[in-house]
């Protein structure tokens, strides 16, 4: 089986040369430095680094030459399990380190395999890998992932470049970086405008979030663009994911201090939030049990958290009309919050926000409707608008 997997290595890679080392995953010498440095946090040596290198050098040459697709994940698992706690230590930042290096020759190693299945599964193995290390370290892998058609190398892509643990490190006095949080934000950026699936938009969002900077909060606000974009076609997927994005433009209302930044995430917050209460009004005959379920979760929990925050009040009148099963009540309840034609909506009066012009050039005091869904397949009856 060795000799099979060598060759199999040096017929992938084009390489002449002698291997003699034996492909086995031995974590003896590795886990006793772990447990005794990880923990203590002390000084490493020289020869505790070069078994940290040997370990994770000649794992990931194992996973490149394994062909099994669980044995694979095997080798995947026993690779993390090394990497010790998120908390930062010597024996971490060697690990990071070696796994850095290692991770960026493996992955064009695994460009090269002719087996387009088992190259697009390597490539996921190793992001995982790497956005397990959560660090900034990372990034450059992330980032060369990120345009990837396959929508789970998409995400772990995200996740590489974009988690929390991320965005605490970018926004430390010790370890900021500026200059890496504008790329990663950037990067992110195009990713979004190429096209992301709802669970890596997800990550973006708590991302962005967390950054809170200019090129971020924009970030946010194109965000909650498509996504108005998406209920306006009947094409949403994923609803509880506007929690987060509501609750993002939420936060930039009460952080910033710009007029017209303020005014335009006062807009697509109150735009965005109409909405979803009017996919739950017109939805009736379209949306499956577990999307009105998703929706009414939206809807509840915006309302008592980020809507309460900006009215400075507690908010439940729009779950009880969700309650009570009446649509007319709950659209009732959306003018009362969020405006109707000649009236302000609580929300707007207390922001002081409007939604700009009407068509005859009066100013809007109610967000944009949403027009009913398109029949179900087989029938020719459309929605009922909201009364």
């Known amino acids: 089986m060795i000799c ?37 946090k002390a000084k490493l040596s020289t020869g505790d680094k070069g078994v940290i290198e040997t370990f994770v050098r000649s794992g990931l040459q194992e996973l490149l ?10 080798i995947r ?35 090269r395999l002719q087996d387009a299945d088992r190259r697009q599964r390597l490539l996921l193995n190793l992001l ?25 190398i998409q995400y772990w892509a995200v996740k590489t470049v974009a988690s929390p643990a991320i ?50 909060r924009a970030l946010v606000l194109k965000i909650a663009d498509l996504r108005m974009g998406l209920y306006e076609k009947w094409t949403v997927k994923y609803e509880l994911m506007d929690i987060m994005v509501l ?28 909405y979803v209460i009017e996919r739950f009004i017109l939805g009736g005959q379209v949306l499956s049990p577990g999307q009105k379920q998703q929706v009414a979760s939206v809807i ?31 659209e009732s309840a959306r003018k009362l919050l969020l405006g109707s034609p000649g009236q302000a909506g609580s929300l707007p009066a207390k922001l002081r926000f409007d939604y700009g012009k009407t068509a005859a050039g009066t100013t809007a005091t109610a967000p944009k409707r949403l027009k009913p869904p398109p029949p179900p397949p087989g029938t020719s009856e459309q929605g009922s608008p909201a009364p």
């Open 247 to 274: 609750s993002a433009l939420g936060r930039q209302i009460m952080s910033e201090t710009d007029a017209p930044k303020r005014l335009t995430a006062c807009r697509k917050f109150g735009q965005l939030y109409s």
């Open 65 to 74: 030459l394994e062909e099994d697709p669980w044995e694979a994940v095997v």
């Open 4 to 40: 099979k997997r060598i060759c199999l290595f040096f017929a992938v890679l084009g390489v002449s040369a002698t291997y003699s080392s034996v492909f086995a995953l031995n974590s003896t010498e590795i886990e006793a430095i772990r447990t005794v440095k990880y923990k203590s």
């Open 300 to 330: 509840a929990e915006v309302e008592n958290t980020i809507a309460g925050k900006l009215l400075a009040q507690s908010q439940v009148r729009l779950k009880k009309a969700i309650e009570s099963g009446k649509v007319s009540t709950l």
């Open 128 to 152: 995982i890998i790497a956005a397990d290390r959560e660090s900034t370290e990372m990034a450059d892998i992330g980032f060369d992932m990120l345009s990837s058609p396959n929508a789970a």
């Open 77 to 111: 698992v026993e690779i993390v399990a090394q990497r010790g706690g998120s908390e930062l230590s010597p024996y971490s930042a060697a690990f990071i380190e070696a796994a850095a290096k290692n991770l960026k020759a493996t992955i064009e190693d695994a460009g």
């Open 167 to 216: 965005a605490s490190q970018l926004k430390s006095p010790i370890t900021g970086d500026e200059d890496l949080a504008r790329r990663i934000i950037g990067e992110l950026d195009k990713a979004v405008g190429r096209g992301l699936a709802p669970e890596g938009m997800r990550l973006v969002v708590e991302f962005a979030d967390a950054i809170d900077t200019p090129e971020a």
